[in-house]
């Protein structure tokens, strides 16, 4: 294996920039029922989590140079760094050396620059994994979001219809009727916590993707600063 410059412009991360994949449990569901009298409409204005988020930092020439490199990649090195990102990457701590010892393995034989080249197109695709996700986890947390503003609403319909109809003197509901409203309500709350319970899972990994977004960013900042002279044509020598 050819060595490598002494000062590689991706050792030097390591220490810096280290994110850990996230474990999420679901949390057991209430047992108890609440009752209808207690249930108010969740998320009634838009999360700012969901509806404000931005990266920290948004290097637009680095990613400039990341679709560039993209676009240079022959199809089969393009298909190799895709799956990569894509399959093994998002199970692994942000870890510029480790990438760098798969991509010297796998290429042993391209120069320095190429390797390099391959090593920046990898964050830069596993980047663009982890912000598609967010950006759909994102989507998802806000339909649970308007699915259990509407429930709520539709319980909060039915009380007052019922309590319309207790205080009318025209027509009185029979128990059965009162029975089958309090079944339907309890049926709707326990729709609402499901709903609950999925979006704290949600929001655990839609918090770790954005973060693992942050930190590619970060990663192409300060690696593409140092990538002078290394043009993204360079990997159309590897073929």
């Known amino acids: 294996m050819p060595s490598r410059r002494p000062l590689n412009i991706f050792s030097f991360l390591l220490c810096a920039i280290l994110v850990p994949t996230a ?17 108010s409409p969740p998320n009634v204005a838009r999360d ?22 993209e676009e240079n990649a ?26 760098m010892a798969v991509v010297d393995k796998e290429f042993s034989k391209a120069s320095d620059e190429a390797r390099d080249a391959v090593i920046f197109l990898l964050d830069y695709l596993a980047y663009k994994e982890e912000d598609t996700g967010q950006r ?25 219809t019922e309590q319309n109809l207790l205080a009318s003197t025209r027509r009185v509901p029979s128990q059965q009727e009162l029975m089958r409203n309090d079944e339907q309500a309890r049926e709707m709350e326990q729709q609402l916590r ?19 977004v942050d930190v ?22 590897m073929q």
């Open 194 to 212: 499901r709903i609950s319970d999925d979006r704290k899972v949600k929001m655990g990994q839609l918090q770790t993707q954005r973060k693992r």
């Open 136 to 160: 759909q986890l994102a989507a998802r947390i806000r339909r649970m979001d308007d699915e259990a503003y509407d429930i709520t609403r539709r319980m909060q319909i039915m009380k007052e």
């Open 74 to 99: 022959p199809p089969k090195l393009k298909k190799w760094c895709e799956n990569y990102a894509k399959k093994e990457m998002p199970k692994q701590k942000i870890d510029p050396r480790a990438t």
């Open 216 to 237: 590619y960013l970060k990663v192409m900042s300060v690696t593409h600063a140092r990538m002078a002279g290394i043009e993204a044509s360079v990997l159309r020598t």
């Open 23 to 39: 474990d999420f449990a679901q949390s057991s569901a209430p047992q108890s029922t609440t009752p209808r009298d207690t249930v």
């Open 48 to 69: 700012p989590k969901i509806e404000e988020w931005k990266p920290s930092t948004l290097p637009a020439d680095a990613l400039a140079f990341g679709a560039a490199l």
